[in-house]
């Protein structure tokens, strides 16, 4: 949330707080929706860190890169990954001089919706690439989500998505604890914070669109051709020309997921009657077993990430305070502080 506009996120100094990134918890509503507990009734916010964006579902993942593509050198680099069903685009946010042209009606069957909730840019971003890609198989969730939304105007579709629990609760799984009790809720979260926004890139009956919930509708990039991802990145590199030097921004692709790749391939090999100890299988394997290896590290991590740590440092300042230890470790510190910045100044 920011002051000037509730559906934007924001960024401060240190680190990313964008609002509602969403790529593995909306994509793990292909399976059973997770048993969690929705402590506000609202869509949660939590940092912009790569694994957050690491799903496992049975379909699809979002590969992550956090590079500052400053020109897209390394655009060829995210693009390895074809076929691509869709780009997430995050950037700081300004309002443009000149209002961009969207489309006088919207293509019947492509689904878009006006940003209505707060911290839900992530969530629509997501959410505009998947349920407007026909080949990608949705569970019931986001199925019945597809159909009962389907005669729904912009704004009714956005008003749908931040009031669908079943989506804001594994959304709200990955948020990180908020600290209601020690805020001093008389002042603005984020006051003069920049703002970050995601919008989404996609291919659809043959064009290219740029999908803004903040916009009143699509925009048209024009005709696919044979390589959509030109189209994309042409517009993405105007964007970031626009920024005027800003590097804070991240580029993401939904891609399939290595490990169901792997696991075909290996499938097709051991169908031809080739030996389980050949090269081949033992590579393909080996692979395998890599991927599954990171993908319980990114559990692991998130894990930790959405672990709420601070009951266990309060307690273990309270101990320190009763064995006569904190006032010391403080002065120490301090005394550290100060010499740092006696230093820096020299």
């Known amino acids: 949330m920011t002051a000037n506009n509730p559906c934007l996120t924001s960024c401060g100094q240190t680190r990313f707080d964008l609002g509602a990134n969403?790529?593995?918890?909306?994509?793990?509503?292909?399976?059973?929706?997770?048993?969690?507990?929705?402590?506000?009734?609202?869509?949660q916010s939590f940092v912009d860190e790569p694994e957050v964006f690491r799903c496992d579902p049975q379909k699809l993942h979002v590969h992550y890169r956090n590079d500052a593509l400053a020109h897209l050198q390394q655009f060829d680099i995210?693009?390895?990954?074809?076929?691509?069903?869709?780009?997430?685009?995050?950037?700081?946010?300004?309002?443009?001089?000149?209002?961009?042209?969207?489309?006088?009606?919207?293509?019947?069957?492509?689904?878009?919706?006006?940003?209505?909730?707060?911290n839900a840019c992530a969530t629509q971003a997501i959410l505009s690439i998947i349920l407007n890609c026909p080949d990608i198989e949705l569970g019931p969730t986001?199925?019945?989500?597809?159909?009962?939304?389907?005669?729904?105007?912009?704004?009714l579709k956005g008003e749908a998505i931040g009031h669908t629990e079943s989506i804001r609760k594994v959304h709200n799984s990955f948020a990180r604890p908020e600290l209601y009790d020690m805020m001093d809720k008389s002042k603005p979260?984020?006051?003069?914070?920049?703002?970050?926004?995601?919008?989404?890139?996609i291919p659809f009956n043959g064009r290219v669109y740029e999908l803004d919930g903040l916009r009143k509708g699509p925009i048209d990039l024009g005709a696919a051709a044979e390589d959509w991802l030109a189209v994309a990145r042409s517009a993405i590199?105007?964007?970031?020309?626009?920024?005027?030097?800003?590097?804070?921004?991240?580029?993401?692709?939904?891609?399939?997921?290595?490990?169901?790749?792997l696991s075909e391939q290996l499938t097709e090999l051991l169908k031809t009657g080739?030996?389980?100890?050949?090269?081949?299988?033992?590579?393909?394997?080996?692979?395998?077993?890599?991927?599954?290896?990171?993908?319980?590290?990114?559990?692991?991590?998130?894990?930790?990430?959405?672990?709420?740590?601070?009951?266990?440092?309060?307690?273990?300042?309270?101990?320190?305070?009763?064995?006569?230890?904190?006032?010391?470790?403080?002065a120490a510190a301090k005394d550290k502080a100060n010499r740092r910045a006696k230093d820096n100044l020299q």
């Open 22 to 43: 969403v790529a593995k918890y909306l994509l793990e509503l292909y399976k059973d929706p997770l048993e969690t507990v929705d402590i506000s009734g609202r869509h």
């Open 189 to 201: 979260r984020y006051g003069t914070e920049d703002a970050f926004h995601f919008i989404s890139y």
């Open 237 to 261: 590199q105007k964007r970031i020309e626009a920024l005027h030097g800003e590097i804070r921004f991240n580029l993401m692709a939904v891609v399939k997921d290595r490990r169901k790749i």
């Open 142 to 155: 986001l199925t019945d989500f597809k159909t009962f939304t389907k005669d729904f105007d912009s704004k």
């Open 274 to 330: 080739i030996n389980d100890d050949s090269y081949l299988v033992s590579e393909l394997t080996a692979k395998l077993y890599s991927e599954e290896k990171k993908f319980e590290r990114y559990s692991r991590e998130n894990s930790y990430r959405k672990h709420n740590f601070v009951p266990f440092f309060i307690n273990s300042l309270r101990l320190l305070a009763q064995r006569g230890e904190l006032e010391g470790l403080v």
């Open 78 to 118: 995210i693009t390895e990954r074809r076929p691509i069903k869709g780009l997430i685009f995050l950037f700081k946010w300004t309002q443009d001089p000149e209002p961009r042209e969207t489309v006088a009606e919207i293509p019947e069957d492509l689904f878009f919706a006006h940003q209505i909730t707060e």
